[in-house]
């Protein structure tokens, strides 16, 4: 009996014990609202309220254009967008066709097989005042979805009730220069697709389809339609499984294409030569769904991202503007009214214009940042910067961009890491002082030097086996997201 008692004490502490580690453990994540919690519970705040909070610390910008494009323009559902080498937005949509339950069989077949392909121009182009000044696309699309056009003026396009993907020239819009898939139907092989979503195409040529709503993955094609790899699956918890890879946009400027990951409400960056995961970003504001994704260089870096309806959360559907840097929210637009059902968003390479489609109503969206314009004129007044600052030592320390990131996370994550750099800085700190109670001259400003370039805390941390992440994301899983409850089930609209 006493043995009998003494397994059972035994088997408390140890219980006690692995309770206390979780605890610890699970204090590791960020989260990037005060009083949220993972398990879905708000403090005393109603979820109202805390959404409103959220809303007024963000810049509401870019600002809405009342009036664009010309009203008189009669469109169906905007299912993409895309802006050519002038600026110029093309829009493309499904006119009087409509993706609604009985659109597609069990099997994904197209049930229209049979009729005639949209008889009215499907790609409408609009200059910056919203004027109409090109159209075109009739008489070969069905479905339409999504639409990118490249360096050299090529528009690509993908039909969801084809299953294909097609390139166009800019001397020949009735024909494509290459189509891939099979007319009718889908698969999940190298010949095939299942209502591929979007395409992106690098300066190279080379580019990237997101098989979408069936195959739930990423497939990078070389120039001339060879594919070089893929990845991507429906089931799983690491970061290549997909909910519908929605949209796709391009960061050349960081080697990285960012997926719309729409059922699982985040944008997952990878690397463009091989395919590695790289970042995510999400945010509770945002929601458990989100449509679509833009990316602009500019200012360190933006995501221009839409949400939509029918969440688990009744969050607000907008447009969010994220730091890619930090992974912050950094702004919010919107129109008059809210957005209803965004389905893609567009943004000009220095981020002055954003433009929103949605799908019901039928409409389009224009959005202008005018601090780009006022940025852009106090630069030419100002002496130039060097777009990173160096590592230099001396009486202070300055840290580049990434590196104040990556310390910034270490000091956040708490546990370990988190006393380790407290313990690191303070012996610092009390070295610097020590040399100048003895009178010594401050020290020499010298570089850090690693290898060529300056030293670099992330570079540091990362061999050290530390790994970089967003504000949103966690070691376990994609992002510390909201739970997906059951959630009320969409229109079976996209």
């Known amino acids: 009996m006493k043995s ?92 009087t066709n409509v993706w609604d339950q009985r659109t597609f069989s069990d099997r994904n077949v197209y049930q229209g097989i049979g009729e005639p ?56 819009r009735q ?13 999940n092989d190298e010949q095939h697709f299942c209502k591929p979503s979007a395409v992106a195409v690098m300066k190279s040529g080379e580019f990237f389809v997101a098989d979408g709503y069936c195959n739930h993955r990423i497939l990078k094609y070389s120039p001339s339609g060879e594919i070089i790899l893929q990845w991507g699956k429906a089931h799983g918890n690491d970061q290549f499984v997909f909910n519908v890879p929605h949209a796709l946009t391009l960061a050349e ?59 688990s959360l009744p969050v607000p559907v907008r447009g969010y503007v994220i730091d890619f840097a930090s992974g912050t929210l950094i702004g919010t637009f919107a129109p008059d009214g809210g957005l209803h059902n965004p389905h893609d968003v567009v943004a000009s390479p220095d981020g002055a214009a954003v433009y929103v489609a949605e799908i019901d109503p039928y409409r389009v969206h224009k959005f202008v940042d005018d601090t780009v314009k006022r940025e852009a004129n106090a630069t030419r007044v100002k002496v130039a910067v060097k777009p990173t600052a160096t590592v230099e030592v001396s009486s202070r320390t300055s840290l580049d961009a990434d590196s104040a990131a990556a310390l910034a996370w270490w000091w956040g994550a708490g546990g370990a890491g988190g006393a380790a750099a ?54 376990d899983e994609p992002a510390p997201m909201l739970p997906h409850q059951r959630q009320q089930l969409p229109p079976a609209t996209a």
């Open 4 to 95: 009998s008692s003494a397994l059972v004490q035994i088997t408390k502490l140890l219980l006690l014990w692995w309770s206390c580690i979780e605890s610890t453990c699970a204090r590791r994540i960020q989260y990037p609202e005060d009083g949220y919690y993972g398990n879905n519970f708000f403090d005393a705040q109603s979820l109202d309220s805390k959404v409103n909070a959220a809303l007024q610390r963000l810049d509401h910008t870019p600002k809405w254009v009342k009036g664009w494009p010309d009203p008189s323009i009669q469109m169906g559902q905007v299912s993409g967008l895309a802006l050519d080498t002038t600026g110029r937005l093309l829009v493309f949509h499904r006119d």
């Open 117 to 172: 392909p949209i008889s009215r121009p499907t790609i409408l182009v609009f200059n910056d005042t919203g004027e109409l000044v090109d159209k075109w696309g009739q008489n070969l699309f069905y479905m339409p979805h999504g639409i990118t056009v490249d360096v050299e003026g090529n528009v690509w396009l993908t039909d969801v009730a084809l299953h294909q993907v097609f390139k166009f020239t800019p001397d020949q």
């Open 175 to 187: 024909k494509p220069a290459l189509v891939l898939g099979e007319k009718f139907v889908p698969g």
């Open 253 to 311: 400027d960081r080697g990285l294409v960012c997926v719309a990951d729409r059922e699982r409400g985040r944008v997952g960056c990878y690397r463009s030569d091989n395919g590695t995961f790289a970042a995510n970003y999400a945010s509770w504001l945002i929601g458990s769904r989100l449509f679509s994704v833009a990316y602009s260089p500019a200012r360190g870096g933006r995501l221009y991202v839409v949400n939509g309806p029918y969440g």
């Open 422 to 475: 407290a313990a690191l800085l303070a012996l610092a700190a009390a070295a610097l002082l020590r040399a100048r109670n003895r009178g010594r001259k401050s020290l020499p400003r010298r570089r850090w030097e690693y290898g060529r370039g300056e030293f670099k805390l992330r570079r540091l941390l990362e061999r050290r086996r530390f790994t970089r992440v967003h504000s949103d994301d966690s070691d």
